[in-house]
């Protein structure tokens, strides 16, 4: 969801005096589509500025939002000069990405799950804390080389290599 702010008497300020209904309309909806689509710094293609209400002549309108100086007009951009008067402070802004972190971490701590906890703040998170990750990265094969094929490694080994021959004779043929 996305606001816009005007202040008390924007619809009074004397910067309106020569400007038709339709361009205040289509200011407005401008400012509107920068703060739905996050151009905090008030720059939108010309195309969607275009689109941004449904006056009959939207180039119309914005020459003379242009005029007035309430929009400025740069190659297929069009700038907003006030548009810090409109949009959420950074504040805001920043605030609302934080609390929908916390609110996740909120939700997991009451179901149990201390895994986004901050250790300050929750017991059973500070002991989660020693415990290895729930899930080991990279865990390999377990061996530190390639393998080879068990004929050739036969052919190629001696007899006191071969692990099946065993050196001990069995208990009964021992002489005393």
């Not at 300020?13 to 038709?20: A, T, Y």
């Not at 914005?62 to 949009?87: Q, S």
Request: net charge negative.
């Amino acid at each position: 969801m996305s606001w816009t702010r005007y202040d008390d008497l924007f619809t009074e300020r004397p910067d309106w005096d020569e400007v038709s209904y339709p361009a205040r309309w289509h200011y407005v909806a401008v400012v509107q589509a920068c703060s739905r689509q996050r151009r905090w710094d008030g720059r939108m293609p010309l195309t969607r500025a275009r689109r941004a209400s449904d006056v009959d002549d939207p180039d119309g309108c914005l020459a003379e939002l242009a005029g007035a100086g309430w929009v400025r007009l740069e190659d297929d951009v069009v700038i907003l000069p006030l548009i810090a008067e409109h949009i959420p402070a950074p504040s805001i802004r920043d605030n609302a990405e934080k609390s929908k972190i916390r609110m996740q971490r909120m939700r997991a701590h009451r179901n149990g799950d201390h895994s986004l906890c901050d250790p300050d703040r929750c017991e059973k998170a500070a002991s989660l804390r020693t415990v290895t990750p729930p899930v080991t990265r990279n865990t390999g094969t377990g061996r530190d080389g390639t393998g080879q094929d068990l004929s050739e490694a036969k052919a190629n080994s001696s007899p006191a290599d071969d692990v099946t021959d065993d050196p001990w004779p069995p208990v009964a043929q021992i002489k005393p």
